[in-house]
């Protein structure tokens, strides 16, 4: 593995901070212009929102969502194959 592979997926690894977000009057947050980009995201796309008591809140773009809930549930079906 090269420098630059091996720095890619370290990097991938790690969390990204890729700008900041107010949230407006009318509840609405304007996501940066880096994220967009880095995850094509269009206007019009829907996201999970999701919280945990007081601690951080996570925005997860319905699609995402939806192909690692699939992935999850072929693991789990090929995990019951493995067992019978």
Excluded: W
Excluded at 10 to 34: C, F, N, S, Y
Excluded at 44 to 55: A, P, R, T
């Amino acid at each position: 593995m090269t420098k630059e592979s091996e720095a890619k997926k370290a990097d991938e690894k790690e969390p990204h901070i890729m700008g900041t977000a107010v949230l407006g009057e009318r509840g609405q947050l304007v996501v940066p212009k880096e994220v967009r980009d880095c995850y094509n995201l269009k206007t019009g796309d829907k996201f999970m929102v999701m919280g945990h008591g007081h601690g951080p809140i996570i925005f997860i773009p319905v699609n995402q969502m939806r192909s690692f809930i699939k992935r999850i549930n072929q693991q789990i079906e090929s995990a019951m194959e493995e067992t019978k």
